[in-house]
């Protein structure tokens, strides 16, 4: 309870109580520690860099210290604030030193090395690298620094320390760790575009069907950087081992093959691959994900026929897989064809048929497309979703300045709510409406979510709309937790 009190606290932007709050949960070390992360997070989610340094330190364990700390550097750096971050970063390589046990204070050091890395710090993350002894832990930060160099565009740097991970994982004795860490050189040299080393180094250093597996990750990088013939090359091969190597075929290898040979554009491949997947269930998954792939790829006729031909599509499975056509069509603004897909998802009281549609609305609300918006959110059977989706568009036709037809879909919205006989769903349906509303009517839409749901749940939508109520609710509860009077 205080935990989430805290979150939602500090949410209506009072860190000082809010780390009240957190730091009340005293009795169980563990519990506390857990909470001053999670408001950690959600500050640094809310750019609150400051407040969020400040949880940190109130955090006792070193573990946790670092790892927070970790954390808030790594965001820091991807929200463009890279000197901090590699301040922030030294400090946990510093606190780590306290950590107890080699190999969880050499894991806290690659961390923050690989953190300082992107933050564009590849000296300091370098020796803060040399500075780890275990070889395995070592071969995995070089690996993990170097694809931070690549993805900074410092190719040779990288390229430089992918080898050198892949030369450091020859000195690991555990065949296991040696092989993970292998897999991490192979990454790092696929970041920097050097897919003959990485494929030597799997042919090398893992065995069957492990190779495999790994082939097949490689292939995908391949596709991914628009070599499709190396990719088609490479899944050939991994599938022709398979075949050569392991005649039972187990779905674990199957799946991935299946995923990479959808990648390169080999669909025949895959369908063979996903098709041979003995368990049902596993198979489902690997038939959507080929019709991910292929949607994604703007081939929507071949996502429809993995989604026809497959002998398990019929019902939710079939629905499920229309969904994600749905989806595709409406990311790139195909919003006829999505439309057209939603509509043929079996079943016209289907909860997927409805996330379809509500998927369809959100796209063409914002893309400006209101009329389809609109047309979506109607014919979304779902009450919840339907008032989600009429409640955003009303906002989003308002910004555009059509005030009246703005007015008519709210209006619409908040009808439907109050037709709805769940009193959990309907308190999240007036919830959604809160938010959306003008700040006069938020209060009483708020009000009839109260009402008929559990307050508890409300927190983060009292931090937006009545701040005021949830300071008031926090001081009592602390109050009441501690013995301590309200912060003030």
């Keep these: 309870m205080l935990t989430s009190l805290a979150l939602a606290i500090a949410a209506a932007g009072d860190v000082r109580r809010a780390e009240a709050a957190a730091v009340a949960i005293a009795a169980d070390p563990v519990r506390r520690a857990e909470a001053l992360t999670a408001l950690l997070e959600a500050l640094a989610a809310a750019g609150n860099w400051a407040g969020a340094a400040a949880v940190a330190g109130a955090i006792r364990s070193p573990v946790r210290r670092t790892d927070a700390l970790t954390f808030l550097a790594q965001a820091m750096a991807a929200a463009g604030r890279a000197e901090e971050a590699v301040t922030l970063a030294k400090q946990a390589a510093t606190v780590a030193t ?89 990454q790092a040299l ?22 495999s597996v790994a082939l097949a990750a490689l292939a995908q990088a391949a596709a991914a950087a628009g070599n499709l013939e190396q990719a088609k090359t490479l899944v050939r091969r991994a599938a022709d081992q398979v075949d050569d190597v392991i005649p039972y075929r187990p779905s674990w290898l199957l799946i991935p093959l299946a995923q990479a040979a959808a990648a390169a554009g080999e669909y025949d491949l895959a369908a063979t691959m996903a098709g041979a997947v003995a368990d049902l269930a596993q198979r489902m998954e690997a038939l959507i994900n080929l019709v991910k792939t292929a949607a994604a790829a703007g081939d929507y006729e071949r996502a429809q026929a993995f989604a026809d031909a497959s002998s398990c599509g019929i019902g939710r499975s079939k629905a499920s897989m229309l969904m994600t056509v749905v989806w595709a069509a409406s ?4 919003f006829e064809r999505a439309q057209a897909f939603a509509q043929s ?20 609300t914002a893309a400006g497309e209101f009329d389809l918006a609109e047309a979506a959110a109607g014919d979304i059977d779902d009450s919840g979703q339907r008032v989600a989706a009429l ?69 983060g939508v009292l931090a937006q709309i009545e701040p005021s109520v949830l300071i008031a609710v926090s001081d009592e509860y602390v109050t009441a937790q501690t013995g301590v009077a309200k912060v003030t």
């Design 98 to 186: 306290a950590i107890t046990g080699r190999r969880r204070q050499e894991k806290a050091m690659a961390a923050a090395a690989t953190v300082m890395a992107v933050a564009g710090d590849f000296d300091g993350s370098e020796a803060l690298v040399r500075a780890i002894t275990g070889c395995y832990r070592r071969s995995r930060a070089l690996a993990d620094t170097a694809q931070a160099a690549a993805a900074a565009g410092n190719l040779e740097r990288a390229r430089d320390l992918a080898l050198q991970a892949a030369e450091a994982t020859r000195a690991i004795a555990d065949q296991v760790r040696r092989e993970a860490a292998q897999m991490s050189a192979v």
């Design 391 to 459: 409640a955003a568009l009303a906002n989003a036709v308002a910004t555009a300045g059509h005030l009246e037809r703005a007015r008519t879909l709210a209006q619409r919205a908040e009808k439907t709510a109050r037709e709805m006989t769940d009193p959990t769903e309907q308190a999240r349906a007036f919830t959604a409406l809160a938010v959306k509303a003008e700040p006069a009517h938020a209060s009483s839409l708020l009000a009839c979510a109260l009402t008929v749901g559990d307050w508890t749940e409300l927190l």
């Design 345 to 364: 998802i079996p079943g016209l009281k289907s909860s997927l048929r409805s996330s379809a549609m509500a998927a369809l609305a959100q796209a063409a």
């Design 190 to 211: 696929t970041a920097v575009g050097d897919f003959e080393r990485a494929e030597a180094l799997i042919s090398a250093g893992t065995h069957q069907p492990q190779r």
């Design 331 to 334: 990311s790139v603004g195909d």
